[in-house]
């Protein structure tokens, strides 16, 4: 038996992102946002392929393909054509798909031979291509009925498809990849990755010398690491038996967990690729000049270098546009980088729940916003609240949105800092009268003084300046 | 007043305008000889029961002193795979019988912008799909002029109705001849503009590379006007050209319309029967004696040129043909109980013989191993055909041929031979191929059977192909007393 932890594992991934920025779809005037339309509202005789009826590309798709294949350092040719991809399928309001294809020597990509970098040690997985296609529409399957529906308000929406080479590792890689690559397509705002199903991901992989099996319909990007553990393991059992593993395709089986077999037929699938005949060749020349916005990795830098956080800090906020913005947004009303920015990726981010696509997401439910943030910084900045204060606050507002300087004025005897030496000496007193062995202690003993002083912390509910008070009690030692 | 069906659209649009007849009294006229003489040639599937309305709403406006189109009062027969909003558009196919299109081809809306009337839609080939109009779900079109014989196709109807006097002009697809075809066998006008300066949104694809639509008329003049307004760039065809710029390029002076060099194709006349041999040239004594420079030429690569066109053309069909499934348009058949792939089978089963077998053949030649074979080859050979005859084009004005290098024959003759059958477009697939203008015009008759000539020229030269032909159909002044049929 070979040592079969050992094998060298090979993961690819093939990543589909709707441009959900666009207005339109791919290739008519319909809305590109279909989400919450009443059912098959959102057509038209081109999605829905009437007979007769044409493509009419959308400019701006084929510029957000561009901004994303400059974003992820790919070459861009000269021109560019559609093809068509042939197979039978109830979605599919023609029974092709219009997309594009590598063949016969012609590159139909908008994009090829790019690479990204990801990950604390800057590892770079190479990008085989990125090309332009049109979403089907969606089977809904209905309770107690035994037909399919189908709803074709999604059909024709642009997808960009994105094939990275075999070059991860690990499951683990693959994740922090996808956190990056959500972060560029956020930054590009070209989709809005927060909506479900906006980017979706099919894998590969491969063990040792073994054949590549394709994982499709995983739901989530928090489920690819699931999937490709499970397959992982499978592979691996199969290899320790001298069981042979076949190039398939695999299904991702959500409630259960794990990978099955999809049905050998689809795999034999000839889909008779040819040139769409009705889009002519479109050149990329004029088009590829469109200047991209600033991607996460100059933003980083930008993190450090002008605002001096830290590599941790500005990772954190960079992997999530949200954070990045709300930083941006809360430095531009209090300019104090590094609290506010501290403020954010250690207690607001813990807030903040996973979604669905096993992302952290700022919600409508969350109440707070620049703002919130500045404020809370700069009352700790200013001594006005101690930081136990303002963590209950921030726990408060995110619920209520109420503002920290309207609580504060409300309620100031329960939150601000107490740094008035009457009332301090006032609270010292009561306690030498309570603790008057610990007094006479700590004449002597500077651990006695720190006792005390925890006791008039406690008794203050932690608003004591520690040390003004720290400067009386000492004083007040002195006295008596 | 009588036979008004007679005029053509200059006589029509003067006629109603000046008040003459009305646009009313026009259109009864046609729709009582539509019902009288389409039971012997059956060129319309469907009639538009609104024609006479438009009608009453075009006299409405001239009466009331509004500005009319330009082809106010006309009636045009449409081939029936252009679609129509609210009127069916089949394609002589059971898959579309109930089929009703939500929208208008562009054609159509600008046909209609002009107050020309949409009068019914006409029979073809399933799909565009034949040469001789036989394979329609609706029955065959006979030709007028001897109802034994085959009126050409695939937009036979589009002709035979120019041909009976049913409507002043035709709209008919043209893939590989389909409307040069009909038009040469029923002695009509029929031309193909070059790709691209139609637009096909709307017209159902057959094969959308090599396809346009095309008038259909009874003289050159009247195929003019219509291709007047139907031509020009559309936002809803990305195929479409900005002809303003390419006219410019193209300069053709008017005033040299006698000085053009004109080239007949050897190939093509030495592949043609005797009677179409010998009325090709005697039409050609007839117009060199207006001072054109005429000689023979060749086109080597015009041998691969069917075998080219049916590559490409079936491969882009069995594709295009692929939406039909009966899911969302189509025809009644209840899918409960059916699992979807059955369903289709079940469905798609609704193709005629001919439809099925180009579908076939279609879906090989692009399957993964053969389309470096057979498609990327068509295409090539394609390409060099384009090359060869832009090289021609730079030493003629011109090309001639016999637009069809047979007579037209007798009903069934061919139906069970598809190669025989596919021959009929040899000489028509160049222009198709090439994306270049050809028109057909007729030139005599042999035993009382039609005969075509086919002329060519270079791309977005349509001014100087159809001013020349407009000379020659003059010069040639065949009997245009068309067959009475009642």
């Known amino acids: 038996m070979t040592g079969s932890s050992s094998l060298p594992v090979k993961i690819g991934l093939e990543i589909h992102c709707q441009l959900t920025q666009l207005n339109t779809k791919l290739f008519c005037s319909c809305y590109c946002n279909y989400r919450e339309k009443e059912i098959n509202s959102n057509i038209c005789p081109i999605c829905l392929g009437l007979p007769g009826s044409l493509p009419i590309l959308n400019k701006k798709a084929v510029g957000f393909a561009i901004m994303i294949s400059k974003a992820l350092d790919c070459k861009i040719p000269e021109l560019t054509v559609f093809s068509r991809k042939n197979y039978f399928y109830p979605d599919l309001p023609k029974n092709f798909q219009i997309t594009q294809y590598d063949s016969y020597g012609t590159s139909t990509s908008i994009g090829k031979e790019g690479s990204v970098k990801y990950g604390e040690n800057y590892k770079i997985a190479r990008i ?336 004591a300046d520690p040390k003004i008070t720290t400067i009386l009690l000492k004083k007040r030692l002195d006295e008596v | 007043m009588s036979s008004l069906y007679t005029l053509n659209i200059e006589q029509v649009t003067n006629g109603i305008k000046n008040g003459e007849f009305t646009s009313e009294e026009y259109v009864s006229q046609i729709i009582d000889r539509i019902k009288k003489v389409d039971q012997k040639i059956n060129s319309f599937i469907t009639i538009n029961d609104n024609a006479l309305v438009q009608a009453q709403q075009i006299d409405k406006k001239i009466s009331s002193g509004s500005k009319v189109g330009s082809l106010a009062g006309i009636v045009v027969g449409i081939k029936d795979n252009i679609s129509t909003a609210g009127l069916k558009t089949t394609c002589a196919s059971k898959m579309l019988s109930d089929y009703v299109p939500p929208y208008d081809a562009t054609v159509i809306k600008r046909l209609k912008d002009k107050d020309a009337i949409i009068i019914g839609k006409l029979n073809l080939d399933e799909f565009a799909m034949g040469s001789t109009t036989e394979w329609s779900s609706y029955g065959l079109t006979r030709n007028p002029w001897n109802l034994d014989y085959v009126c050409g196709g695939s937009s036979g109807g589009s002709a035979a109705s120019v041909a009976a006097q049913l409507c002043t002009a035709s709209l008919g697809s043209d893939t590989g001849g389909s409307v040069r075809c009909p038009a040469s066998f ?115 690569s015009s041998e691969y040129a069917l075998a080219s066109y049916y590559t490409i053309a079936t491969a882009e069909a069995s594709s295009n043909l692929a939406r039909f499934d009966n899911i969302r348009y189509g025809f009644e058949l209840n899918p409960d109980d059916y699992e979807w792939n059955t369903y289709f089978s079940k469905t798609r089963g609704n193709f005629g013989d001919e439809v099925k077998r180009r579908i076939i053949v279609g879906s090989f030649v692009l399957s993964s191993g053969y389309y470096g074979k057979y498609y990327l080859k068509a295409q090539r050979v394609k390409n060099l055909i384009k090359h060869e005859l832009k090289k021609l084009f730079k030493e003629y004005d011109l090309l001639i041929s016999p637009t069809v290098p047979v007579l037209p024959f007798k009903i069934g003759e061919k139906i069970d031979d598809p190669l025989k059958m596919y021959l009929i477009d040899i000489n028509t697939v160049l222009a198709n191929l090439a994306g270049i203008p050809a028109i057909s015009i007729p030139i005599g008759f042999k035993n009382g059977l039609p005969i075509g000539l086919q002329i060519m020229a270079d791309e977005f030269q349509e001014k100087k192909l159809l001013d020349i032909s407009e000379v020659i159909e003059k010069s040639i002044n065949i009997n245009t007393s068309y067959p009475d049929l009642y």
């Open chain 1, 128 to 463: 085989r291509r990125i090309q332009l296609e049109e979403d089907p529409g969606r089977l809904v399957y209905e309770n107690g009925r035994t037909q399919a529906l189908i709803d074709y308000n999604r059909a024709g929406v642009a997808l960009v498809e994105i094939v990275t080479e075999p070059d991860f590792v690990d499951p683990k890689e693959v994740r922090i990849f996808l956190n990056k690559m959500t972060s560029i397509l956020e930054h590009l705002d070209v989709c809005n990755t927060n909506l479900e199903g906006s980017l979706r991901c099919d894998a590969n992989i491969s063990i040792g010398n073994g054949k590549k099996v394709e994982i499709k319909n995983i739901g989530s990007f928090s489920d690819i690491e699931k999937a490709l553990t499970y397959e992982i393991t499978r592979q691996k059992t199969m290899t320790i038996h001298d069981i042979e593993i076949k190039a398939e395709t695999r299904h991702w089986d959500d409630k259960r967990k794990i990978t099955k077999q999809a049905r050998s037929k689809e795999e034999e699938e000839d889909y008779r690729y040819f040139p769409e005949p009705d889009i002519p060749k479109i050149l990329l020349e004029n088009i590829s000049l469109i200047k991209t916005p600033e991607l996460p990795d100059e933003r980083k830098s930008r993190f450090i270098n002008d605002y001096g956080l830290s590599e941790h800090v500005a990772q954190v906020l960079i992997d999530n546009k949200d954070l990045a913005d709300l930083f941006e947004s809360a430095i531009g009303i209090y300019h104090s980088p590094k609290s506010i920015s501290n403020w954010i990726v250690s207690d607001i981010l813990a807030f903040i729940e996973y979604d669905s696509s096993g992302k952290k997401t700022l919600t409508d439910e969350m109440k707070i916003d620049a703002k919130h943030i500045a404020e809370i910084a700069k009352l700790v900045d200013d001594n006005t609240i101690n930081r136990p204060t303002a963590k209950s606050i921030i726990s408060r507002i995110i619920k209520t949105g109420e503002l920290p300087s309207d609580i504060i004025k409300k309620e100031k005897q329960t939150t601000t800092i107490i740094n008035d030496e009457t009332i301090l000496l006032e609270s010292i007193d009561k306690i030498f009268n309570e603790e008057k062995k610990a007094t006479l202690d700590a004449k002597h003993n500077p651990t006695a003084i720190n006792f005390l002083l925890g006791k008039i912390m406690r008794m203050t509910k932690g608003r």
């Open chain 2, 186 to 300: 029923c002695s009509v006008v029929g031309f193909k503009p070059t790709y691209g300066l139609v637009s096909r949104y709307g017209l159902v694809s057959y094969s959308n590379s090599l396809e346009q639509i095309g008038p259909i008329g009874r003289t050159v003049s009247d195929v003019k006007k219509i291709m007047e307004v139907i031509s020009g760039k559309d936002t809803n065809d990305n195929t479409t050209i900005d002809t303003r710029n390419n006219i410019n390029t193209n300069h053709y002076d008017s005033e040299q319309k006698n000085n053009q060099k004109i080239g007949l194709l050897r190939e093509l006349i030495n592949g043609a029967d005797e009677s179409v041999y010998q009325c090709i040239y005697s039409a050609i004594d007839k117009f060199n004696k207006f001072g054109f420079t005429y000689e023979e030429s060749s086109l080597k």
